[in-house]
């Protein structure tokens, strides 16, 4: 079974680099996976947080997790970082 590949090429220049602000406070993780069928996929997902540093630190464990799936032939579905809100 082929599995998606994320692109996440780093700047080391750009420490924000894969994060931004989307018109708000909270910040986004964006990247961008590679799929079998040749076509391409842009993830973008909320960090859940205002914080830069916090920001950063989500975004690298994101990008380790999804080097690790991509390593291990897994699937990456887009990752989510905001709390489940519970059924009423």
């Known amino acids: 079974m082929k599995t998606s590949l994320?692109?996440?090429r780093i700047n080391p220049?750009?420490?924000?680099?894969?994060i931004f602000r989307n018109n708000g406070r909270i910040w986004w993780l964006h990247y961008t996976l590679h799929c079998p069928d040749y076509t391409v996929q842009r993830v973008r997902s909320s960090l859940g947080t205002s914080c830069l540093a916090i920001a950063r630190e989500r975004r690298d464990a994101a990008l380790a997790h999804l080097k690790i799936q991509a390593r291990l032939g897994l699937p990456?579905?887009?990752?989510?970082?905001?709390?489940q809100r519970r059924a009423a």
């Open 13 to 18: 220049r750009n420490p924000n680099h894969h």
């Open 76 to 83: 990456t579905p887009p990752l989510t970082f905001t709390k």
């Open 6 to 8: 994320p692109s996440l």
